[in-house]
């Protein structure tokens, strides 16, 4: 429900907006009772009864009949994102080994979470990270930085000059960076203190949440490449490095279309993802007679993965221009 109200002025300088009469009755206002306004990014104003403060919230996780490990994760994964600072996981019975590992798994890819408290039956995780200083723009920087590292690092070990192994590790920290902007932009759509913050609107923590998933999903590519690189142990095609390094030169481009707002560059990915994926149908066929053609149709494969989610990226920078 919305309502239309005129700026009144009282006294010599005083401007005043009335409060919808239902509204009030509602919520039993009466003189002298507190509200409180909060700036949006828009210059808007939000006015609720409570301070907008964080809340302390618990996440009660009852392990008693989950049916493996990887729900564990992804349940703990989902409160942390979620925004809550504790997350209590408790059984009836004495909780697994396998399941107290996934849960010390868990913690290692969440930043600024720690067990504070454990029994038998129960593990308690608290989140001590502050935004204070963190912008989510800082954060998606920083998701930038080292995901063009690990890029790098991949062109390098193709040609021998650098290891596989450190690009699956760094594939670990941008899940980390992943996960806490997540967290930060839901905190943020459910507080508007927190959104000013943040220096952030709603929209945009929509489009930061969708290019941090892209990211994740073309590190992910790229780190199973490295691994599976790193089993194939044989040397890798020239044509299928230089697919690669042209897969890296859109994601750059398509990365720059975001945060510049360019719409040219953004264009110019998407064009280029059409000619690319044409060029790894031309590249199967070249090297469908190698000895390892299965190996190389799937490194090609993982190439133009990368490219689509450039093409991704860039058709999330042309809807906020």
């Known amino acids: 429900m919305s309502f239309k109200r005129r700026v009144q002025k009282t006294g010599s300088t005083t401007l005043a907006v009335s409060l919808p009469r239902s509204w009030v009755n509602r919520h039993s206002l009466d003189k002298g009772s507190e509200v409180f306004l909060n700036e949006t990014q828009d210059g808007s104003l939000i006015l609720s009864l409570k301070e907008a403060r964080a809340k302390f919230n618990v996440f009660e996780l009852d392990v008693t009949h989950v049916s493996s490990e990887e729900e564990i994760k992804r349940r703990?994964?989902?409160a942390y994102m979620v925004g809550y600072q504790l997350i209590k996981v408790h059984s009836k019975n004495k909780i697994p080994s396998e399941?107290?590992?996934?849960?010390?798994?868990?913690?290692?890819?969440?930043?600024?979470?720690?067990?504070?408290?454990?029994?038998?039956e129960l593990i308690v995780l608290q989140?001590?990270?502050?935004?204070?200083g963190l912008t989510a723009l800082k954060t998606l920087k920083r998701m930038v930085l080292i995901a063009n590292s690990m890029f790098e690092e991949f062109l390098l070990a193709l040609e021998k000059k650098a290891s596989f192994a450190s690009v699956i590790e760094k594939d670990d920290d941008l899940d980390r960076l992943m996960f806490l902007m997540l967290r930060q932009l839901n905190l943020a759509l459910r507080n508007p203190a927190t959104l000013n913050e943040l220096n952030l609107t709603a929209p945009q923590c929509v489009d930061y949440a969708t290019l941090a998933r892209y990211m994740e999903r073309i590190g992910d590519k790229i780190a199973f490449a490295a691994s599976s690189?790193?089993?194939f142990n044989q040397p890798i095609d020239s044509k299928i490095v230089r697919f690669f390094r042209k897969a890296f030169d859109e994601y750059v481009q398509a990365i720059d279309s975001f945060?510049?707002?360019?719409?040219?560059?953004?264009?110019?990915?998407?064009?280029?993802?059409?000619?690319?994926?044409?060029?790894?149908?031309?590249?199967?066929?070249?090297?469908s007679s190698s000895k390892h053609a299965v190996e190389n149709v799937l490194f090609l494969e993982l190439a133009v993965n990368v490219v689509d989610h450039s093409g991704e990226i860039s058709e999330l920078a042309i809807n906020q221009s």
């Open 76 to 78: 703990c994964y989902s």
């Open 99 to 120: 399941y107290r590992q996934a849960l010390v798994s868990s913690v290692k890819r969440l930043i600024g979470v720690e067990v504070v408290e454990e029994s038998p």
């Open 127 to 132: 989140d001590f990270f502050s935004n204070e």
């Open 229 to 231: 690189m790193q089993s």
């Open 259 to 287: 945060l510049e707002r360019d719409v040219k560059k953004a264009i110019s990915v998407i064009d280029a993802r059409a000619k690319m994926r044409e060029e790894r149908k031309l590249l199967a066929k070249q090297l």
